[in-house]
């Protein structure tokens, strides 16, 4: 202590310059800054604190406090205020009010301020503008701070444009990472401006990991874009204030100079933004992109998808709510809320749908990439589609909504993929052919054109399969032959490049908080939409539920708010040879007009929660027909069923009146605690039919919530998919049939969801 304060230039001690004491006497002495207040309780403290008024170094201290203290006392005194941080020594000169402020500052930063000024002072700022960005502005609101502007290349560089993913900014951050040069950005143009990140060559994310997530937030402009035969980001109006603009200028030069004065800190790697039409100030954090080919290693991902997927021993967390899952709704939601934000974000913003009673849990998380297609129709049905999610309670929702979105984005063709080129014939056993995916029987492809125009892009036929043409296929895990397989890279990855025989839809992609869960809940959706499909399609009758046996609170409450709104609810137990439990909830108005009749659909090895998810799919579904929005908002086929639906002309919707009811104890349950024990469970049902189980592991390593394809052929959609097997074979397997329908005689109505 006495090395640090008896300095040969007499250093002064006193209270760190951004503090300001009052002394309560009797009581304490307050130290008052910026950010609260401190009390400093004790014997002689007081006495001391008179003292540290910054005109004394350490001889004249224990001088003036003899009388009244020890050497020892004081000293020992001085220590514990310096290891809380509450003084500091200062030179003896004196210094105008302006540098005072400043070195105040540099304390409350933190910082030793005689360093931090050195720093700033001495260290060299090049400036870059691009566009119609004023150099001139830049350089005199660094020089405000007193920081040196060089013409070359200095310590720190300042780079201000008008859009963040201007073109220019590429090279401009190659030649940065090549010379180790750190650059903070900024934007001070618009009614938005933005300051940050500071990018730092070999720490921390590359511009070209922030372009990538701006990129995919600005689907609409990239659609006009591609449309137009142009690149980059679109022109603007050039839009500001003087003194917005100066606002931005302002704060980047003071972040440069924390910087240059040694300051790090974790929000240095955002985006600072102020929007002046609302008063909004938002922080949007940056992250590492792995697979980024600029700063990280763009061969992870393929490189991934030749590894096997191994499924390890995972326990159960969580089993409240909809499901059974490896971690609770809110540690998910607190890993991966880094993920929602309108700049940044993979997710733009969760919020519930208010359409219809809060009950619902209906929450949307931005745009389904599954429903895009071609030209503005193809945008509107892309933007209109939302992701959401639905759960029994709000958080379930939000982290449901999240997590779709999360699958979608990772589902999505980024060009990174793993692939392999060939022909189906050419690949020999190693490829799966996608007529035992997708299930068209050939009569559809005779009529194809005429269907695709009548119906909605859900339905769409695809030309028929080539099996001598060239195209591009993804490997995945077969968990039934320990191989890999192949099956086209379009069927795999949404917008991938893909001849017109093969379409992605989203069946089978699921998200979840380990491996072991995402899968779980493909393997899940998979057998629920097998099974729905062999009911709608068949039009068989089957038992209904027993609501009042499961004597779950919640579901009653589902009834009554449904009740209020006018509308019955019941349940349907369509569990096809799987035994897997697989529920439909369905819903219409009762008073009389348009019965507007909405299903949902669920499935859990627990009969109890594929109840609960199949109810709670039908109030996420709730909104479409509890707004005062016209029919003219759906597809052809949605609306088609709105319009025309009447239950006592589809008596297969209703419970089938010669079968009691099922309770709730109906299918067998066994409770198991490991998620890979269900897995296993629902495999080993599957290849007891002859099936193979097919994993893809979709995981992106800049989100990190794991993403699955699971894909099993001969499983059915519950689309227009009509191919022979499981959806003729199983209703006379379960008795619901004493012959397999015709053609000609399933349900001509598609499954509009």
């Known amino acids: 202590m006495r090395e640090d304060l008896a300095e040969p230039d007499a250093r002064r001690i006193g209270f760190k310059r951004h503090l300001r004491p009052q002394i309560v006497r009797g009581e304490a002495v307050y130290l008052f800054g910026e950010s609260g207040v401190t009390a400093l309780q004790g014997p002689h403290v007081e006495t001391l604190a008179l003292l540290l008024d910054g005109t004394r170094d350490l001889t004249a201290l224990l001088r003036d406090a003899s009388a009244d203290l020890t050497s020892d ?5 001085l220590a514990r205020l310096t290891a809380a941080g509450l003084i500091s020594c200062r030179g003896a000169e004196d210094v105008s009010a302006d540098i005072e402020a400043s070195l105040a500052y540099w304390d409350a930063a933190g910082l030793d301020p005689a360093d931090a000024v050195a720093a700033t002072t001495t260290s060299l700022v ?3 503008t691009i566009g119609d960005i004023d150099r001139d502005a830049v350089v005199d609101a660094l020089h405000r701070n007193g920081l040196a502007v060089t013409s ?9 444009c008008a859009d963040y993913l201007a073109p ?3 090279e401009l951050d190659a030649a940065h990472r090549a010379a180790g040069t750190p650059w903070l950005l900024l934007k001070p143009v618009g009614a938005q401006v933005c300051v940050g990140p500071f990018f730092t060559p070999g720490d921390g994310p590359c511009w070209r990991c922030l ?8 689907s609409a402009e990239a659609h006009v874009r591609a449309r137009c035969g142009e690149r980059g980001p679109a022109p603007r109006a050039t839009i500001g204030l003087p003194s917005l603009r100066a606002t931005a200028l ?4 003071v972040e440069a100079a924390k910087w240059l004065a040694g300051l790090r800190q974790d929000a240095q790697r955002s985006i600072w933004s102020y929007d002046s039409l609302t008063m909004k100030v938002a922080q949007h954090e940056v992250r590492v992109r792995p697979q980024c080919p600029g700063c990280g290693d763009p061969e992870v991902v393929a490189r991934r998808a030749f590894e096997p997927v191994r499924l390890e021993s995972r326990r159960k967390r969580s089993c409240s709510g909809g499901g059974h899952r490896s971690a609770s709704p809110q540690e998910v939601l607190d890993t991966y809320r880094h993920l929602v934000g309108p700049l940044t974000g993979i997710v733009r913003d969760i919020r519930r749908n208010t359409t219809g009673p809060a009950f619902f849990n209906s929450f949307w998380s931005g745009s389904n990439i599954a429903a895009d297609g071609e030209g503005i129709e193809g945008l509107r049905s892309s933007l209109r589609t939302e992701t959401g999610g639905k759960g029994v309670t709000p958080l379930d929702a939000e982290v449901g909504a999240l997590c779709e979105a999360v699958e979608r984005r990772s589902g999505t063709f980024c060009g990174d993929e793993a692939q392999v080129s060939g022909s189906y014939r050419s690949l020999g056993d190693r490829a799966v052919h996608p007529g035992a995916v997708q299930l068209y029987d050939p009569r559809q492809f005779a009529g194809r054109d005429a269907w695709n125009a009548a119906h909605s892009k859900f339905q769409h036929v695809t030309t028929p399969f080539d099996e001598d043409e060239v195209m591009s296929w993804t490997p995945y895990w077969s968990l039934t032959e320990q191989r890999h397989r192949y099956l086209p890279t379009g ?9 017109p025989s093969v379409t992605a839809n989203s069946n089978g992609c699921a998200a979840g908080s380990s491996l072991e869960d995402a899968v779980l809940q493909a393997l899940l959706e998979l057998v629920e939409r097998d099974a729905v499909a062999i009911w709608w399609y068949n039009r068989t009758p089957v038992p209904g539920v027993d609501l009042d046996s499961f004597r779950d609170r919640w579901i009653d409450e589902c009834r009554e708010v449904h009740a209020g709104l006018g509308r019955e609810v019941w349940l349907l137990d369509v569990t096809a040879d799987l035994g897997v439990p697989v529920m439909v909830a369905l819903s219409r108005r009762t008073g009389g007009g348009r019965e507007d009749v909405m299903l949902g659909c669920g499935a859990h090895l627990d009969p109890r929660i594929a109840a609960r998810r199949a109810l709670t799919e039908l109030n996420q579904c709730m909104p479409m027909v509890c707004g005062t929005a016209g029919l003219d908002s759906f597809d052809t086929d949605t609306r088609t069923w709105f319009e025309q639906t009447r239950v006592a002309e589809q008596p297969w919707l209703v419970p089938d009146p010669a079968v009691a009811p099922h309770d709730a104890s109906h299918h067998d349950h066994q409770h198991r605690d490991d998620l890979a024990d269900d897995i296993r469970g629902i495999r080993d049902a599957l290849e007891a039919r002859g099936m193979e189980v097919l994993v893809l592991d979709q995981t992106r390593p800049d989100l990190g919530l794991p993403v699955v394809r699971v894909v099993v052929p001969g499983l059915r959609h519950f689309w227009s998919r009509f191919a022979q097997g499981r959806l003729y074979d199983v209703p006379v397997q379960l008795g619901r049939l004493n012959r397999p329908r015709r053609y ?3 349900n001509p109505i598609p499954l509009f969801m």
Do not use: H, K, W
Not at 250 to 253: D, F, K, Q, Y
Not at 491 to 499: N, V
């Open 73 to 77: 006392q004081v000293e020992r005194m």
């Open 152 to 160: 070359g290349s200095g310590d720190l560089t300042v780079v201000a």
């Open 744 to 746: 000609d005689e399933l």
């Open 250 to 253: 302002e704060i980047a030069s």
């Open 126 to 128: 090049s400036v870059v």
């Open 211 to 218: 372009a990538t997530r701006l990129s995919a937030n600005r």
């Open 491 to 499: 069927m795999s990855y949404f917008g991938a490049p893909c001849p």
């Open 168 to 170: 220019e900014l590429r």
